[in-house]
């Protein structure tokens, strides 16, 4: 079966830091892009960090300068480091993966805004995160 599984997720002050994970099994991961991703209490889910099909991380306004996206493609893993939280980083933090061969065939748009939830194939459960004022 296919599986992400996200942790790392809790309650922190604003100006923290978290460092989540997600660890996958069950499709091949050197041939998938990944990506993080969230949803805020009456919000959409928006991308916040992906790799590209040409394997460039890329970032959500909002965050660029304080997430950075890496993997560990022998471990199948994903991380996403985030520095000096805010409260609006709250909310559910999920990684997705996609078939990158198939995916650059659609990714007509370089911003994360125009990333559709539909071309992403696999979901994780989310891990929470909640930041303080």
């Known amino acids: 079966q296919v599986r992400l599984e996200e942790s790392g997720g809790g309650t922190v002050q604003s100006g923290g830091t978290l460092r989540l994970s997600c660890k996958t099994s069950g499709f091949d991961f050197a041939t998938h892009c990944m990506g993080w991703f969230r949803q805020a209490p009456g919000n959409e889910r928006e991308a916040v960090a992906v790799?590209?099909?040409?394997?460039?991380?890329s970032y959500a306004d909002s965050v660029e300068g304080r997430f950075a996206i890496s993997k560990h493609s022998f471990n199948t893993t994903l991380w996403l480091q985030i520095y000096t939280l805010t409260p609006d980083d709250t909310g559910t933090y999920y990684c997705a993966a996609t078939d990158c061969s198939v995916w650059a065939l659609v990714r007509g748009r370089p911003s994360l805004r125009h990333i559709q939830l539909r071309e992403w194939q696999y979901w994780g459960q989310g891990t929470q995160v909640t930041v303080g004022t």
């Open positions: 790799f590209e099909p040409d394997g460039r991380p």
